[in-house]
């Protein structure tokens, strides 16, 4: 599910985007937190799927490996593949 935090934006002027620079259009995990180590840990990410929407990545614990997340990336490798 993908979600876009600028349209949920508290203050003005941020709702419609202006001013988001191409920096911050995505983003890797180094940390997120596991619900069975009861807290952040690093992750690995791994390739699930290549679909017409992009790559779908999964990111799993490093520690224990339940998977903790997952991303679809518009600008990935394979996902540009596909696209020609």
């Known amino acids: 599910m993908e979600r876009d935090i600028f349209n949920n934006y508290p203050f003005?002027?941020?709702g419609?985007?202006?001013?988001v620079q191409s920096d911050y259009d995505e983003f890797d995990a180094v940390e997120l937190y596991c619900d069975k180590c009861k807290r952040a840990v690093p992750v690995r990410k791994n390739l699930l799927l290549i679909l017409p929407e992009g790559d779908k990545y999964e990111y799993t614990c490093a520690l224990?490996?339940?998977s903790v997340g997952?991303?679809?990336?518009?600008?990935?490798q394979y996902y540009t593949?596909?696209?020609e």
Do not use: A, E, W, Y
């Open 12 to 14: 003005s002027g941020m």
């Open 16 to 19: 419609d985007n202006q001013g």
């Open 64 to 66: 224990c490996g339940n």
């Open 70 to 76: 997952d991303k679809i990336d518009k600008s990935g």
């Open 81 to 83: 593949i596909l696209k």
